[in-house]
């Protein structure tokens, strides 16, 4: 037998092409294209009065100007709304071009195409946009407050509001001895992949036929709403997407303006046209996440007890709403986390503001829980006088599968259905030197240094559905091609997703070649998001390659007079089991499949040696057959897989200037069994990364006219190599009982809970409340200054 | 101004990129990236942010880390100008860098890579034995959203030990 390549640390199949610049990502994509350029609004909120684009028109090498007006049908549409929700009382989106009217900094109104992209920048410098100023609405402050209204007829900035209960959250208050109240604050920050967005439409006159490449995380669904608005036959459209240089949620909203726009432009130009993203168009008109302003009330017993939580938030979702409530809606249903909360309640506002939409971010919504819920069990513990861990222990939900008792993003009731908090908590205070960091602490202090330690526990719905596909076909040489309708931008599906079939269908690892995000082969895909990709595809493909194993051991075992039980394949071969003088190779059976009897190859030829006469009155492929070793087959789950994980942070705190610097970070995580431990590592390690960056340093600068200050790398603070810890990780594996695999997803773990590990870290080293994040040192210093002036209000 | 626009100035260069000498006729304000990925094909040298912060778009300037989003194409020229493909182009034959982030799981998505690499790729020449903090400090100019740097660092030691080793000349 073979070793399982499931749980190797197989280094990853994708790096040579990719380290040797034979990536190919969207930009890379027919360099000899036309591009567009767009002409934003440097306007938060306004009227437009009138738009000249003749000084545009008159630049050598352009080819066409277009605004609102110019777009067809229903892509002059306001863009859709992905996905509704009860809770939203009033749904707003943008149009690809905007129509009268713009809402943020950024909003795209003009699109120039041009013979390259240095010209069509030229041209949209020349338009002149004449407007009428409105007051702007910025801020969670203000959009509450409501004087000033993002979206004409709207009585408020409400998007959406709901209430969602568990027990009877008043009478578990009432009952319990301890009442705390907290007010918070979370940060807007966002993905920043390092390649930005980008789209290449080519419209065939002849075929009446779209392609599009596009740097989405969603190829399929782009290709829908593409033909959709475009008012095309779904056949007539594919969308490739090659190469993703990183995404992190903000490539999964769709259309994007620009792909619309882009798209409409190929097809009127007859022409390929292409757009790529430069870094200040992401700043201000791709998506943000984070900012919340949150106020909790839990009521507790002498043993740290939570008897109620009652939470209450306000959800910035900028502008427009074009992927519905994702964010709030997952907030709202992980605050609970790892504990049992036997009385619960949770209501949120999401609100329109006149600055760049929010749409989902690595941790979609959950490190804002987190952050609730992990600052509660600090704050019990230092009004009890208990160990913060020691709070977090009592708390523990310590049966499974634990019912949540709230509606998930998925629609369905939330469920822990496995793990075992008690034992990540042991571990992780064994790893960190939870115990004895006291004597450490005595230690720092006589070397005139300040220490602080903290921990965080989160659980994390991942896998959500509603379904993933994979198509497996092996072919007469024996090599085995796999589509996934996921696309791929950093998760190694090239390598676990390989890793998987050749362990099912026996074959060498290097056989297998993983083909993603490309709609030509697997239109039904979902997209790579949320944590979703090993769990959905994963299953999906681990289903498919079992259907595949099956016809290639029904082939086989009539050529070698076996029964298919019997068979086994090792290393590409069919064998009897225990009779390895009685085999044929897989490729072989691929050419059984097919009663094509051309002989193209060497494969071919062998195979004869296996054919059997097939009965004379019969036809060559039976009825509810198909030729070809190739199958298809999709996975749909129950529910949402439930991951979790625990982190823990010492940090050291400058006495004098207040800078922050981090010492050691440990991390347990449970995604259930490692389908390639070294790419969960690489995960996590990315994840926590972006969460010190969420923690310490990022934040868009909104002044109050609604003008990003910050919007680029010199001034948004991404994170270098010298801000990361060395990043300590030890994994607990409790299989999920959801999918045949057991498997939980792992892509956003590493980013939900740093900032609150952080943030409990800072608090202990300095005792001052941190109710706000990011933290950066000069922040610390004016707390500090306040806290010791007494004043608790603003040292929040 | 309009009527300049659209008759803007070009050069003809003479530029050597990977030990090939390319002869260009390229507007003179055409970044030495835009002529790199789009007149000559190396498609390998990325643009992440276009102000020179970021260094996905690092390639060697007579063996220098240098931004090719901050320079015109017209200033390289007399220079030798190498990017990741010429640090090394066969995916069946990694050079030592390259060897060296699959070893160690040193990248996700990709982008940011050849920009790593070339820095690398400078640096060990410069000091072959890295200590971690010295790794970490030798990658400091470059940002990664995928990896965490973790790993990042391990394969500029590793890089290092395998251009000891000799393992490619």
Not at chain 1, 255 to 279: F, G, H, I
Not at chain 1, 304 to 312: A, F, M, Q, T, Y
Not at chain 1, 496 to 508: K, N, S, T
Request: with cysteine; proline share 6%; aromatic share 6%.
């Amino acid at each position: 037998m073979t070793t399982r390549l499931f749980g190797q640390k197989i280094t990853r199949r994708e790096d040579p092409r990719l380290l040797t610049g034979h990536g190919r990502y969207v930009d890379d994509v027919s360099g000899s294209a036309i591009a567009a350029a767009f002409v934003r609004s440097p306007h938060a909120h306004a009227d437009i009065l009138d738009i000249d684009v003749t000084g545009a028109l008159d630049v050598a090498g352009v080819i066409a100007v277009w605004t609102h007006e110019d777009l067809p049908g229903h892509a002059a549409e306001r863009l859709p709304m992905l996905i509704p929700n009860p809770s939203i009382v009033a749904p707003h989106t943008g149009y690809a071009l905007a129509k009268d009217h713009v809402n943020f900094v950024g909003e795209p109104i003009v699109m120039v195409v041009a013979e390259n992209r240095y010209i069509a920048e030229d041209a949209a410098n020349l338009i002149d946009v004449e407007y009428n100023f409105c007051d702007p609405v910025v801020g969670v402050e203000q959009a509450r407050e409501g004087s000033r209204i993002v979206h004409e007829g709207m009585e408020d900035n409400v998007a959406a509001h709901i209430v969602q209960n568990v027990g009877d959250v008043d009478s578990g208050l009432d009952s319990a001895p301890h009442v705390l109240e907290l007010d918070l604050e979370f940060e807007r920050s966002a993905c920043m992949p390092m390649e930005g967005k980008g789209v290449v439409a080519t419209w065939d006159p002849g075929e009446g036929s779209l392609e599009v490449y596009s740097s989405t995380q969603t190829s399929t669904g782009l290709r829908a709403v593409l033909a959709a608005k475009l008012e095309i036959p779904l056949t007539k459209v594919e969308v490739i997407t090659p190469d993703v240089g990183g995404a992190f949620g903000v490539k999964i909203n769709h259309p994007w303006p620009e792909e619309l726009a882009v798209a409409c432009a190929a097809r009127a130009l007859e022409a390929t046209v292409k757009w790529t993203e430069d870094r200040r168009e992401h700043f201000i008109s791709s998506a943000h996440e984070r900012a919340q302003t949150q106020w909790v009330k839990v009521g507790f017993d002498d043993e740290g007890r939570i008897h109620g939580l009652d939470v209450k938030f306000w959800h910035d979702n900028g502008a427009y709403l074009p992927y519905g409530v994702i964010v709030p809606l997952n907030t709202s249903t992980h605050i609970m986390g790892p504990y049992v909360i036997p009385s619960f309640r949770v209501e949120y506002w999401s609100l329109y503001t006149n600055t760049v939409m929010v749409t989902p971010y690595r941790g979609a919504g959950r490190a804002h829980a987190v952050f609730m819920m992990e600052r509660t069990m600090d704050a019990i513990a230092a009004e009890l006088g208990l160990d913060r861990a020691e709070v977090r222990l009592r708390n523990f939900v310590r049966e499974f599968p634990h019912p949540m008792g709230l509606r998930m993003q998925d629609g369905a009731e939330g469920c822990i259905d496995s793990g075992d908090f008690v034992t990540s908590l042991d571990k992780l205070k064994a790893l960190v030197g939870w115990d004895e960091f006291e004597s450490y602490r005595e230690q720092a202090r006589s070397e005139g240094r300040q220490v602080g330690i903290g921990l965080a526990c989160y659980i994390e719905s991942t896998g959500a559905g509603p379904y993933e596909g994979g198509h497996i076909e092996v072919e007469s040489s024996g090599r085995v091609n796999v589509w996934t309708g996921l696309t791929t931008h950093g998760q190694a599906h090239a390598t676990v997703f390989a890793q998987i079939v050749a362990d099912e269908l026996g074959v060498p690892i290097d056989s297998v070649q993983v083909n993603t995000g490309d709609t030509r082969k697997l239109p039904y895909s979902v997209g790579t998001w949320g944590s979703r990709g090993a769990v959905m595809a994963g299953n999906a493909l681990h289903l498919t390659a079992k259907k595949v194993r099956e016809k290639a051991l029904r082939i086989a075992g009539e050529s070698l007079e076996a029964d298919p039980d019997d068979l086994e394949i090792v290393e590409g071969l069919v064998q009897v089991k225990g009779d390895v003088s009685a085999s044929m190779p897989l490729a072989a059976v691929s050419v059984l499949s097919n009663p094509l009897r051309y002989a193209f190859d060497e494969s071919a030829r062998a195979a004869t040696a296996f054919a059997r006469e097939s009965p004379a009155d019969e036809p060559s492929i039976k009825p509810g057959e198909q030729p070809g070793l190739e199958e298809q087959e999709f996975f749909s789950p129950l529910r949402s897989t439930v991951a979790n994980g625990m982190h823990a942070a010492i940090v050291e705190t400058d006495p004098e200037t207040a800078d922050i610097k981090i010492l050691r970070y440990c991390v347990i995580h449970d995604c259930g069994p490692m389908v390639n431990p070294l790419v969960v590592e690489g995960q996590v390690h990315g994840g926590v990364a972006q969460g010190v960056g969420g923690a310490l340093y990022e934040k868009m600068a909104y002044d109050t006219d609604g003008q990003l200050l910050n919007a680029s790398f010199m001034d948004f603070l991404m994170p270098f190599a010298s801000e990361i810890p060395h990043i300590e990780t030890d994994h607990l594996e409790t299989p999920s009982p959801l999918n045949p695999l057991g498997i939980k997803g792992a892509g956003e773990a590493g980013t939900i809970p740093t900032a609150s590990a952080i943030a409990s870290a800072i608090e202990d080293a300095e005792g001052i409340p941190i109710r706000s994040m990011p933290l950066d040192p000069s922040t610390l210093w004016h707390m500090r200054a306040a806290h010791a002036e007494g004043d608790v209000a603003r040292s929040h | 101004m309009t009527e300049a626009i659209g008759t803007e100035p070009t050069s003809t260069i003479r530029l050597t990129v990977n030990d090939t000498l390319h002869a260009l006729e390229v507007p003179d304000r055409k970044l030495l990236s835009d002529v790199l990925r789009q007149d000559l094909g190396l498609t390998g040298t990325h643009v992440g942010c276009e102000h020179g912060v970021c260094g996905s778009c690092t390639v060697q300037l007579d063996g220098e880390p240098v931004r090719s989003c901050l320079m015109f194409a017209v200033t390289a020229q007399g220079h030798e100008v190498k990017t990741v493909e010429g640090v090394g182009n066969d995916p069946e034959n990694p050079s030592d860098v390259q060897q060296a982030f699959i070893d160690c799981h040193g990248l996700q998505c990709g982008f940011c890579t050849p920009g790593f690499v070339t820095t690398i790729d400078a640096y060990i020449d410069e000091n072959p034995k890295p200590t971690e903090e010295e790794a970490r400090e030798a990658v400091s100019g470059n940002l990664c959203r995928c990896t965490g740097y973790q790993n990042i660092v391990a394969a500029v030691q590793r890089a290092a030990e395998l251009r000891a080793e000799g393992a490619r000349q």
